[in-house]
C-alpha cells in the first residue's frame, strides 16, 4: 500500500472514530502479506476490532455509572468454598440473569461480612455484561440524596437518576427504622421501578419479614414490601465472615519489585 493511500486510511479511520480499526491496521495489513486472505476476509477483522474497542469502551463506561464499591466484585472473583453454608446453586442460577429478564428482584440477607455486598455487585456486573445500565447505592446515601432533592425542588429529577437504570443495587437496606418522608420516598421509588419492569437487588442483615415494623405507616410497609418481596428471589446468605479472607495476609505488599 503507497505511503499517500496509507495516510488517507488513517486519516479516514481517525475521522470516522474507528480507533480500533487504527490500532490494529498495522497487523492486519502484515496479516494480509503473509498470509492467503481475501480481502473480504481481513476487512471482517478489522470490523471486529472496532467491535471489540467499543464493546470494551461501553464496559467501561456501564462500569463507572454503577458506582459500585470495587469494579473487582465479581461472581469469577469470590471464594464459594469459603462458605459451605452459601445456597451457591442459587446463586450460580441468578447468574444465568433470568430474573433480570422477568423483572424479578433479589434479597440477600444475613448476617454482617458473609459477603452479601460482593454478591449483589458481582450479580450487577454480570448485567452490565450484558449491556445493561446499573446503579449502586447505600440505602442511607439514597435517601439522603432524595432528602435533598425536597430541599431545592430536584427531587423528580433525582428520583429518574435511580429509576432509570435496568438494575438498582440497594446494600444495607433496613438497617434502622425508616421516617415518614423516608418511606415516601421509597414508596415512590419501588412503585415506579416496578410499574416499568425494572428490578432491584436489595441486601440486608435483616430478613424481610423483619423490615414492616421499621415503616411507621403500617398500610405503606404492606403496599410497598408486599409487592417487592412476593415478586423477589430471597435468599438467606449465612456462615462465617468471609471479610477476614479479603485481609491482607503477613508479607503481602502493595508495592511491586521491578526486578520480578
Given at each position: 500500500?503507497?505511503?499517500?493511500?496509507?495516510?488517507?486510511?488513517?486519516?479516514?479511520?481517525?475521522?470516522?472514530?474507528?480507533?480500533?480499526?487504527?490500532?490494529?491496521?498495522?497487523?492486519?495489513?502484515?496479516?494480509?502479506?503473509?498470509?492467503?486472505?481475501?480481502?473480504?476476509?481481513?476487512?471482517?477483522?478489522?470490523?471486529?476490532?472496532?467491535?471489540?474497542?467499543?464493546?470494551?469502551?461501553?464496559?467501561?463506561?456501564?462500569?463507572?455509572?454503577?458506582?459500585?464499591?470495587?469494579?473487582?466484585?465479581?461472581?469469577?472473583?469470590?471464594?464459594?468454598?469459603?462458605?459451605?453454608?452459601?445456597?451457591?446453586?442459587?446463586?450460580?442460577?441468578?447468574?444465568?440473569?433470568?430474573?433480570?429478564?422477568?423483572?424479578?428482584?433479589?434479597?440477600?440477607?444475613?448476617?454482617?461480612?458473609?459477603?452479601?455486598?460482593?454478591?449483589?455487585?458481582?450479580?450487577?456486573?454480570?448485567?452490565?455484561?450484558?449491556?445493561?445500565?446499573?446503579?449502586?447505592?447505600?440505602?442511607?446515601?439514597?435517601?439522603?440524596?432524595?432528602?435533598?432533592?425536597?430541599?431545592?425542588?430536584?427531587?423528580?429529577?433525582?428520583?429518574?437518576?435511580?429509576?432509570?437504570?435496568?438494575?438498582?443495587?440497594?446494600?444495607?437496606?433496613?438497617?434502622?427504622?425508616?421516617?415518614?418522608?423516608?418511606?415516601?420516598?421509597?414508596?415512590e421509588l419501588t412503585s415506579e421501578r416496578?410499574?416499568?419492569g425494572r428490578p432491584m437487588i436489595l441486601?440486608?442483615?435483616?430478613?424481610?419479614?423483619?423490615?414492616?415494623?421499621?415503616?411507621?405507616?403500617?398500610?405503606?410497609?404492606?403496599?410497598?414490601?408486599?409487592?417487592?418481596?412476593?415478586?423477589?428471589?430471597?435468599?438467606?446468605?449465612?456462615?462465617?465472615?468471609?471479610?477476614?479472607?479479603?485481609?491482607?495476609?503477613?508479607?503481602?505488599?502493595?508495592?511491586?519489585?521491578?526486578?520480578?
Open positions: 500500500m503507497s505511503l499517500v493511500l496509507d495516510s488517507g486510511l488513517r486519516e479516514a479511520m481517525k475521522a470516522l472514530r474507528l480507533t480500533g480499526m487504527l490500532a490494529t491496521l498495522d497487523d492486519r495489513l502484515a496479516q494480509a502479506r503473509d498470509t492467503p486472505l481475501g480481502h473480504v476476509e481481513i476487512l471482517q477483522l478489522l470490523l471486529e476490532d472496532e467491535l471489540a474497542r467499543r464493546q470494551s469502551a461501553a464496559l467501561t463506561r456501564r462500569l463507572s455509572r454503577a458506582r459500585f464499591e470495587t469494579t473487582q466484585a465479581t461472581l469469577e472473583g469470590f471464594d464459594f468454598t469459603a462458605n459451605p453454608k452459601l445456597p451457591t446453586a442459587a446463586i450460580r442460577d441468578l447468574a444465568a440473569l433470568r430474573w433480570l429478564t422477568n423483572g424479578e428482584s433479589i434479597i440477600l440477607y444475613g448476617p454482617v461480612g458473609v459477603g452479601k455486598t460482593h454478591l449483589a455487585q458481582a450479580l450487577g456486573h454480570n448485567a452490565i455484561r450484558r449491556g445493561i445500565d446499573v446503579r449502586f447505592s447505600k440505602t442511607s446515601r439514597l435517601l439522603a440524596d432524595l432528602a435533598s432533592g425536597h430541599a431545592d425542588h430536584s427531587w423528580d429529577k433525582r428520583l429518574r437518576e435511580y429509576t432509570r437504570p435496568g438494575v438498582l443495587i440497594l446494600d444495607d437496606f433496613a438497617m434502622r427504622a425508616f421516617t415518614d418522608p423516608q418511606a415516601d420516598d421509597l414508596y416496578a410499574a416499568a441486601t440486608s442483615n435483616r430478613k424481610p419479614t423483619d423490615w414492616y415494623p421499621l415503616f411507621p405507616n403500617p398500610v405503606i410497609a404492606e403496599s410497598l414490601l408486599d409487592r417487592l418481596i412476593n415478586t423477589s428471589h430471597a435468599l438467606h446468605v449465612d456462615g462465617p465472615s468471609y471479610r477476614p479472607r479479603k485481609r491482607p495476609r503477613p508479607g503481602d505488599s502493595t508495592t511491586t519489585d521491578p526486578t520480578q
